[in-house]
């Protein structure tokens, strides 16, 4: 396939073939962007997101010109909330926007995320399968041979061996835990995760990207011959981050799963400054960076011509350049000619990813997963059938924010209108002295020429009408959108620390509405467990299996338990206080104090670690505190209480030996009656031989 791509000049015959065939895939490779670009505008997706967005700000037509600036510099919404027209709206109606929508979301968001991103727990976890049911299987009479601590061998049961494998799985399996949760830490993996809930309540879709390599560099300090020394040390480690959902275009024909097409976009910008600092960056192509600084900015719709190098100005070459990320499958000469080493590539086609500047290709590297799965999780709000993205809360409050903001200014306008009356003045007996009809006080009218002052009735002259406010009905439209608010969204005034209309009377009126109130939230927590938890932690698994050490790696399997468990634990807090209470002051009911402290701390969102008093602290004041002399009631009441039970224990032993000794009596009467009976029968078969 030949290039319209002007190819960048080498300096032997093979690199100027190496470029030719990296050009024509970059050229490929743009044929895919326009196709997802072109496919993500035709579904409509983005007029609603531009929608939504202005809703959370609070723009539409009737006060779009009030905002200083256009949100996100992207061209006014076609569709808005209001039906009056910014072009030929009254400039003396109302623009008065009572933006509810905005709360909806940050309480939306906030709601969710304190609850599946706790503080002191995790939404997940490994669990070390399928070797728990190899040990129930486990034969105790059957023996292994294993090597004993001198290196010799010695025999062991067979579930005395299977019971050491899943203890010793189990240990990797924690190690496993503890690497993979250090990796999130070190990423901030909490703090990516609530702005994902963020944009999926504003816009009904997040999107969280990892793990993908990324140098870490850390400082050193290494001290020889007493004399310290700053030493820089890059690693390799796994990376997640939020993606904004405008930057990502998955295949247009991947369904509701991302990963069901064939490739993924992701679009980001960079500065010229930063686009040549990539050239020492291990991978990237330093010609073809130079030639796309050279070219300056080119967009993904342009159709690119050798003459717009040259009609490039230097002030284009300042502004941002668009990067683009390719994940998908690439045939292995167009590996090679992105420098990639061919003894390395053995089959035609390979998962990888290439970044591109322009139409060039400047990188191109293998996944870093052998599996080929796209590192990209869609989180939505509500699924839309057939669609990656999702409805959020934005979405679904559309229609009673529309209600309630036409109503909020038809109340305005009305209050305008009745603040004064309207007059009406008959010119044919009075004019105003100055020629202007305007009410102003101590104002001079004049009667026509030919009439009687004292015959004018003032009463006909000027009559005065009153414009009713309509408040009533209009509070009525408000009240009821603010209703439909809560019933579209599914997200009642109580989980956004207010109470409704309909205040519960009773402890139990409010668990009841609490508990029915968070059926949405187990709904999300299942959501993020399906969408996020397992496919992105499952990943990290796969990169601990592929680059981790040898001695954390294991047959595990990730296991979402966190998110249900969380929600369960965030309906019953509750009921923890009350737990807590009893167990200081009933102690008859066998509550352990510090375990339910312990839950009500948790309970609050805070580290049971921070407010509780370690081992040490407690053995230390065990040992600082005197022995008190015991009470002399206390005493008795033991000593009483031992009398007792050793009088029963002896009453019980007795009563035990008389039964053993009456059915010993019977065994025995038994075991007579048995040998009389086996006699009688021998001596009548002795008469009936005749001996």
Not at 341 to 367: C, F, G, W
Request: charged share 25%.
């Amino acid at each position: 396939m030949q290039s319209a791509v002007t190819s960048v000049v080498g300096d032997t015959p093979e690199e100027q073939d190496g470029y030719s065939r990296l050009d024509a895939f970059g050229m490929e490779i743009a044929k895919y962007r326009k196709e997802a670009v072109d496919g993500r505008v035709q579904i409509g997706i983005e007029e609603e997101w531009l929608e939504d967005e202005e809703a959370y700000v609070g723009i539409d037509a009737a006060n779009r010109g009030e905002h200083l600036s256009t949100w996100r510099h992207l061209k006014p919404s076609k569709k808005v909330f209001s039906t009056a027209n910014s072009s030929t709206a009254d400039p003396t109606r109302s623009t008065a926007l009572v933006n509810i929508t905005r709360p909806y979301c940050d309480a939306a968001a906030a709601r969710v995320a304190d609850m599946l991103l706790p503080n002191d727990d995790r939404c997940w976890g490994l669990d070390c399968t399928p070797l728990p049911d190899l040990a129930e299987q486990a034969q105790p009479d059957v023996a292994v041979i294993v090597a004993d601590a001198s290196g010799g061998q010695m025999e062991v049961s067979h579930k005395v061996f299977m019971d050491a494998v899943v203890t010793a799985a189990k240990a990797r399996m924690e190690r496993a835990e503890t690497q993979i949760e250090d990796w999130l830490g070190e990423t901030k993996w909490s703090a990516e995760c609530r702005v994902v809930i963020e944009d999926t309540a504003k816009l009904g879709t997040g999107v969280l990207k990892g793990p993908y390599p990324k140098a870490k560099r850390k400082v050193r300090f290494n001290y020889q011959d007493g004399q310290s020394a700053i030493a820089f040390e890059s690693k390799t480690v796994p990376h997640s981050r939020r993606v904004d959902v405008w930057n990502c275009f998955p295949d247009p024909s991947c369904g509701e799963n991302i990963q069901d097409g064939a490739y993924f976009f992701e679009r980001d910008e960079i500065t010229l400054r930063k686009l040549l600092a990539l050239k020492t960056e291990p991978g990237y192509i330093a010609a073809q960076i130079e030639a796309c600084a050279q070219e300056g900015p080119i967009g993904y719709e342009v159709n690119w011509t050798p003459s717009i190098a040259q009609e490039r100005t230097a002030g284009l070459r300042q502004t941002k350049y668009e990067i683009w990320y390719f994940y998908g499958m690439v045939e292995r000469d167009a590996l090679i000619a992105s420098g990639l080493i061919p003894e390395q590539l053995t089959e035609d086609y390979y998962s990888a990813v290439v970044t591109m500047v322009n139409h060039r290709v400047v990188k191109a590297a293998i996944m870093p997963l052998e599996d080929g799965s796209f590192p990209y999780d869609f989180m939505v709000w509500q699924r839309r059938p057939g669609l990656p993205y999702g409805i959020g809360v934005s979405r679904q409050i559309r229609i009673p924010q529309r209600m309630l903001t036409a109503a909020i200014r038809n109340l305005m306008d009305n209050a305008a209108l009745s603040a004064g009356p309207q007059i009406i003045i008959d010119t044919t007996k009075i004019v105003p002295a100055n020629g202007k009809m305007e009410l102003v006080p101590r104002k001079v009218w004049i009667a026509k020429t030919g009439d009687d002052v004292s015959e004018i009735d003032v009463e006909k002259a000027f009559t005065i009408v009153h414009i009713e406010t309509r408040q009533p009905e209009l509070m009525n439209i408000i009240e009821f959108s603010l209703r439909m608010a809560e019933e579209s969204t599914g997200l009642p005034m109580i989980l956004q620390g207010q109470l409704g209309e309909q205040n519960p009377q009773t402890l139990g009126q409010q668990q009841m509405l609490q508990n029915n109130a968070s059926s949405v939230l187990r709904r999300l927590a299942k959501l993020w467990d399906d969408r996020v938890t397992v496919p992105h932690l499952t990943r990290y698994y796969h990169w601990l299996m592929e680059y981790g050490d040898d001695d954390v790696k294991g047959d595990f399997e990730v296991i979402a338990h966190g998110s249900s468990t969380l929600v369960e634990r965030d309906i019953q807090n509750q009921g923890i206080a009350l737990l807590m209470d009893l167990s200081w002051k009933a102690p008859a009911l066998g509550l352990d104090p510090e375990k339910t402290t312990e839950e009500y701390i948790r309970s609050q969102h805070l580290a049971p670690a921070r407010f509780t008093k370690d081992e040490q602290q407690k053995e230390a004041e065990a040992e600082a505190q005197p022995e008190q002399p015991q009470d002399p009631s206390i005493t008795a009441a033991a000593i009483t209480a031992d009398a007792q039970l050793q009088k029963q224990t002896a009453a019980n032993q007795d009563r035990q030996a008389e039964r053993d000794q009456r059915w010993q009596e019977k065994l025995l009467d038994k075991n007579t009656e048995v040998a009389l009976y086996n006699a009688e029968q021998a001596l009548k078969e002795t008469e009936g031989s005749g001996v």
